[in-house]
């Protein structure tokens, strides 16, 4: 047997060797491998098990998954990281009679041993590079510690804040949101499968997972075709056409059919009308979840419908294994559908080298210099510096005086590191993280601090109340640190009530009654509702969570060091009540035109429509002036592509960036149109008294909308275009013709 192996392999290495692309050179292994599979073996590369305990302590599971390992059955194992622990699980894997090599993957969300800002933050930089960098350290590392997958980036869309996830992903926007979802692919696969310092990623949540009926977590979503299309698809079209090496569908029923069993989400539009070739993971559980959803009545039929639907891996729910080789045997499954998911699956192992040299992501020697690189430390603090928004600034309080100062830190998370590093942090080493008490020691090195909690997080008692005021009463100016912890955000974390948790709001009250200045930084995981301190605060920063070098980071902004140039990446609501909130809404044929007269318009009557702070809004130390406004042409015919240029001058007396924005409306469409649409940004740094002019390009497929049967189109009319530094501060408007 071993020797026609050989010579199959032989032969079709031969015949592969004539050809000239890799790509067919893979598809000819992947063939011979094929060849030699059993069915048992093939249903083996389609099940994915998360293996805490296969290195743990012996336990009846650990037997369990090693013995399946060991006969071939299982294709992927999530959550063994390390050189070692992989190193031990790949060598049982190629005990199996095929040796085919195990993958290994891991929830790299935003940073393995390096923790980085949440990718909410890193969204609020608008920076492409820096969060394209990040994704870049993290693969190096994880690659470095044997890891070949990460189930990231999380491009769903989303546009309600109770919903825990708004921490994972880019927030409301879709353009927005699909430039750094390529971003973020590109970031962690580098520019091609298979080198070291890089590995696949997933976009995820196939598909609208962030429109969860009511921000509840594993809800149903229910949406029209045009707006799936408009808004929710195109991040993960941009991750496709990034080459995003694999795809993970999502908990949510889309219109009643959930998307593990939902063909035209998967196969339709993914492996159909998109022409994809990876592979699909399964969210964890999601094909044995269909039961309970009600839509498959046992694991048998879960397994076919989710197969069936292009659900290539199935993650944790043993559907595949337990139920796909008789499904197959008994006619009920075409076997054809089950190699399809297989050569997906093999293909993505031949491309990342793993047939040739099984261990060669689980080297000793570079996990050791890998993951001690401290240039990755300058890379945390540049992301986080930049995620930081600076949302209110009374009196140019900041930065505040590095002399002189006797500053009072108060509040919560003054002291916090864990709660720093956010969800989804897969390496529990909290060692780099720089709280703001250290951040804030380290770079006012003359002032004098005091400190005091005054409360915690979830306190509900104000005992902690007097020491507080007092700190504040005996000092110049005092920082307060409010927020959520890290584990108020995250998958599973929706909150009803997105105000501050405890009694925060009532120890900002007593901190300010005694007269004092106070300065607010907000951490938190998504955007809080917190019109009081809005209201009263002398300045307000929000930090999300940073990461590492979070408490650098503020103090650097607090400082001065650096000027702060984030803008949201979410609408930030006045009140739960408006959710969901964003700021693509559309006109209505009742605008409230006039704030104080509302009556019969699409208004409420207990508080104004607009949020409380705006998506793309973010103050600076410095300022900017919007002139000059040029369109290449007053029209356009159809698919031709509009140039626009403006002049950016930075009008304050200290360096900054702006975050410059464009948008568009079509004005009368055969589909009602938002109100304004972001189409292209430039992030522009420049010196006191600086003019730059930016070029824009409104390119035929800005210009386009999504019709049901008509698919993406563009009709001709009067475009306004509106440019500014923030969706409601327009600084520039002007409109052309669409012929
Ligand atoms: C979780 C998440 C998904 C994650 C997976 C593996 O339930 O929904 O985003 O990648 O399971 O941890």
Redesign the pocket.
């Known amino acids: 047997m071993k020797k026609i192996n050989s010579l199959i392999l032989i032969l079709s290495l031969g015949l592969a060797s004539s050809v000239s692309a890799q790509k067919k050179t893979i598809d000819q292994r992947v063939d011979s491998v094929m060849k030699l599979m059993t069915l048992k073996e093939k249903v083996g590369q389609l099940n994915q098990y998360?293996g805490r305990e296969v290195t743990g302590p012996s336990s009846d599971r650990k037997n369990y998954l090693l013995n399946d390992i060991k006969n071939g059955m299982v294709g992927s194992m999530?959550?063994v990281k390390g050189v070692k622990d992989t190193r031990e699980i790949q060598a049982i894997a190629l005990q199996s009679r095929l040796k085919i090599p195990m993958l290994f993957?891991l929830?790299v969300?935003h940073g393995y041993k390096t923790v980085f800002p949440i990718p909410l933050a890193e969204s609020a930089s608008w920076d492409i590079d820096a969060i394209r960098a990040t994704a870049h350290v993290a693969a190096a590392e994880a690659a470095a510690s044997g890891i070949h997958w990460t189930?990231?980036p999380?491009v769903d869309i989303a546009r309600d804040p109770r919903w825990g996830?708004v921490m994972?992903g880019a927030g409301e926007d879709t353009y927005l949101g699909s430039v750094i979802a390529r971003a973020r692919v590109l970031g962690f696969q580098g520019n091609k499968l298979g080198a070291v310092d890089g590995i696949m990623a997933?976009a995820?949540?196939f598909a609208a997972y962030g429109a969860s009926m009511a921000g509840r977590d594993y809800n149903p979503v229910d949406m029209s075709e045009q707006q799936l299309h408009e808004i929710y698809l195109p991040p993960f079209k941009a991750a496709a056409d990034a080459g995003v090496a694999t795809f993970?569908n999502?908990?949510n029923t889309l219109n009643g059919i959930p998307a593990t069993g939902n063909s035209y989400l998967q196969r339709d539009i993914l492996k159909g009308a998109w022409g994809y070739k990876g592979f699909v993971v399964s969210?964890?559980?999601s094909i044995k979840e269909m039961l309970p959803w009600g839509f498959a009545t046992d694991l048998n039929e879960a397994a076919k419908f989710a197969i069936e639907a292009g659900s290539d891996m199935d993650?944790e729910s043993e559907a595949y294994k337990k139920e796909l080789e008789s499904l197959i045997k008994s006619g009920n499954v075409n076997v054809k559908v089950a190699d399809d998911a297989v050569r997906r699956i093999l293909y993505k192992k031949f491309e990342l080298g793993l047939f040739d040299d099984p261990y060669k992501f689980s080297d000793e020697k570079r996990e050791a210099k890998v993951m001690n690189d401290p240039s990755y430390q300058k890379i945390a603090l540049a992301a986080a510096q930049k995620s930081i928004v600076l949302l209110k600034n009374k009196a140019n309080i900041l930065p505040l005086q590095k002399s002189m100062q006797r500053i009072a830190l108060i509040g919560p998370l003054v002291n916090a590191k864990r709660d720093q590093a956010g969800s989804w942090v897969v390496y529990a080493d909290t060692a780099n993280i720089v709280s703001v008490n250290e951040g804030m020691r380290a770079k006012f090195g003359n002032a004098q601090f005091s400190y005091s909690e005054g409360t915690s997080i979830t306190d509900t008692s104000t005992v902690g109340f007097n020491m507080a005021i007092t700190t504040a009463k005996n000092a110049d100016v005092v920082v307060m640190v409010l927020g959520e912890n890290w584990d108020m955000s995250g998958?599973s974390k929706s909150r009803t009530d997105i105000s501050l948790p405890g009694k925060q709001e009532e120890l900002f009250n007593a901190i300010k009654a005694t007269g004092k200045p106070v300065v607010v930084v907000m951490m938190a995981g998504r955007p809080l509702v917190f019109n009081n301190i809005a209201d009263k605060a002398d300045a307000i920063v929000y930090a999300w969570f940073l990461g590492d070098q979070g408490g650098n980071a503020i103090a650097d902004v607090l400082s001065g060091d650096y000027n702060p140039s984030g803008k949201l990446p979410m609408s930030f609501p006045r009140n739960v009540g408006q959710i969901p909130i964003f700021y693509n809404h559309y006109n209505t044929g009742r605008p409230v035109t006039k704030s104080n007269d509302i009556r019969y318009k699409s208004a409420y009557i207990d508080s104004p429509n607009d949020p409380r702070f705006a998506f793309g809004y973010g103050l600076s130390y410095t300022s900017f002036a919007y002139s000059d406004l040029k369109l290449a042409q007053a029209s356009v015919i159809k698919g031709q592509t509009m140039k626009l240029s403006f002049t950016l001058t930075n009008t304050g007396k200290v360096t900054g960036e702006e975050v410059a924005q464009l948008y568009i409306q079509d004005k009368v469409a055969s589909l009602v149109r938002p109100v304004k649409e972001l189409k292209d940004f430039a992030k522009v740094k420049l010196n006191s008294g600086e003019s730059k002019v930016i070029n824009f390009e409104l390119t035929p497929a800005k210009l386009a909308f999504y019709k049901e049967k008509f698919g993406w189109i563009t009709e001709p009319g009067i475009f306004k275009v509106m440019i500014g530094g923030s969706s409601d501060e327009i600084k520039l408007e002007g409109d052309f013709k669409l012929r």
């Open positions: 998360s999530l959550n993957s929830d969300i189930f990231a999380m996830r994972e997933c995820k949540h993970m999502s908990f969210d964890w559980g993650m998958e």
